[in-house]
């Protein structure tokens, strides 16, 4: 059984029972993003409501928004459905909250470096989107190479460090923790759970081939502060 989290938490989370994150193989199969057409005359026919600056979207509201989700088999917000991968996901949470971007892993990557929001930083905000690579062989060439091929949504960092995330994976919407003072330990030497694993093992993976969530991390997306960053 998972060790129990911390009892300090910075930040808050989820409420919901903590599930394990559900490997891994394709996880969460993130694929090129094409907006079906069905999908965006619904999405045109609900514009988000206007929001005055001091209703700006808080991380919070994102975070919410994504543990609202765990365990549910489809998404769907206000009527209007979304991808069942990890970006369509991503996508819901924020649109859920009052965040409107579409696309991939990647493009949802490039919009946070375009916005500025994007930042390495060991410590996220909550509702910040977590990005990862090498989490499969996306390309099926057989070789560890394959950025940008998982999202995630922060939903608590703890005192220690360890960031509580919801993410889709192989087993559906569900939990994931990280570590980045500890990036290449699974648990530590009191059982205390520090990074899930994220890429399941292959008998062609070499020794040098990551597989834990901090291993595997590239960088963070405040993507709910783009709108207050673009109107600066």
Wanted: proline share 4%; glycine share 10%.
């Amino acid at each position: 059984m998972r060790a129990l989290l911390p009892t300090l938490v910075l930040l808050s989370g989820c409420t919901a029972v903590y599930r394990m994150p559900g490997p891994l193989g394709a996880v969460g199969q993130d694929g090129d993003y094409a907006a079906p057409a069905s999908v965006a005359v619904a999405a045109a026919a609900k514009p988000p409501a206007a929001r005055s600056p001091r209703q700006r979207t808080s991380g919070q509201a994102v975070a919410d928004a994504a543990c609202a989700f765990e365990g549910s088999r489809s998404i769907a917000v206000r009527g209007v459905k979304y991808r069942f991968d990890c970006s369509g996901f991503v996508e819901a949470a924020m649109d859920s909250a009052g965040v409107h971007f579409e696309g991939s892993s990647r493009d949802l990557f490039d919009t946070a470096r375009d916005r500025g929001v994007l930042h390495r930083r060991h410590r996220p905000d909550v509702g910040d989107v977590a990005f990862f690579d090498d989490t499969y062989d996306k390309d099926g060439d057989g070789r560890v190479n394959d950025p940008l091929t998982h999202v995630a949504v922060v939903v608590r960092v703890d005192g220690d460090g360890t960031i509580g995330m919801v993410h889709l994976g192989g087993s559906g919407i569900a939990s994931l923790t990280m570590n980045l003072r500890d990036p290449e330990t699974h648990l530590d030497a009191n059982g205390q759970l520090l990074n899930d694993y994220l890429r399941a093992a292959s008998k062609r993976d070499s020794a040098k081939v990551k597989h834990l969530a901090g291993e595997l991390w590239v960088a963070f997306g405040s993507l709910w502060k783009a709108e207050a960053v673009a109107a600066r």
